[in-house]
T-cell receptor, first 114, second 115 residues
């Protein structure tokens, strides 16, 4: 079964600084990988996803993520953080035709200092 | 806007009661997924329906049940409510086939508070 770890529970960065949120997964085959963002009191919004092909994936709001099979990682990056990026970020891993095996990581809370 | 609609946004009720949460999937999506989000458990998969049929079951209690109707909207029924059922309940939708069998579009959730 799949599993996802997000090693950082809470990260604080200054506005304008670069950001990298870590995600490691465990899965025996090629996974489908996702990043979601959840603002307080809101639902989850899909930032980007990786199914196959180019390992560098561009998403919405200026985010990108890179799939590294050798490291079983799918880290999320943004070159310059805005105060509005403060939220909870979830990495998730899925598998073809198995919706029940879609597993979320525990989340990383991002705080942004002015 | 994800296109997934959940009602109501908030529910406050008492222990022992029964409630129904409703979800309308994004237009064109055939699959509906239900998740429970709590501080101690994180995001837990409850159940998935595809085109009216149950497809997968996760950590769903026997006191909980769900169904998907011909118009593809889904309802999650929670009965004999306990304090520990207080949580945010999310519905998500997806195409339901192949690589699309993933909960890609989430609603804003129903916050259930048990007093």
């Amino acid at each position: 079964a799949q599993s996802v770890t997000q090693p950082d529970i809470h990260i604080t960065v200054s506005e304008g600084a670069s950001l990298e949120l870590r995600c490691n997964y465990s899965y025996g085959a090629t996974p489908y990988l996702f990043w979601y963002v959840q603002s307080p009191g809101q639902g989850l919004q899909l930032l980007l996803k990786y199914f196959s092909g180019d390992t560098l994936v561009q998403g919405i709001k200026g985010f990108e993520a890179e799939f590294k099979r050798s490291q079983s990682s799918f880290n999320l990056r943004k070159p310059s953080v805005h105060w509005s990026d403060a939220a909870e970020y979830f990495c998730a891993v899925g598998a073809a035709n198995y919706g029940q095996n879609f597993v979320f990581g525990p989340g990383t809370r991002l705080s942004v200092l002015p | 806007d994800s296109g997934v609609t959940q009602t109501p946004k908030h529910l406050i009720t008492a222990t022992g009661q029964r409630v129904t949460l409703r979800c309308s999937p994004r237009s064109g999506d055939l699959s509906v997924y239900w998740y429970q989000q709590s501080l101690d458990q994180g995001l837990q998969f409850l159940i998935q329906y595809y085109n009216g049929e149950e497809r997968a079951k996760g950590n769903i209690l026997e006191r909980f049940s769900a169904q998907q109707f011909p118009d593809l909207h889904s309802e999650l029924n929670l009965s004999s409510l306990e304090l520990g059922d207080s949580a945010l309940y999310f519905c998500a939708s997806g195409s339901g086939s192949g690589a699309g069998d993933q909960p890609q579009h989430f609603g804003d959730g129903t916050r259930l508070s048990i007093l």
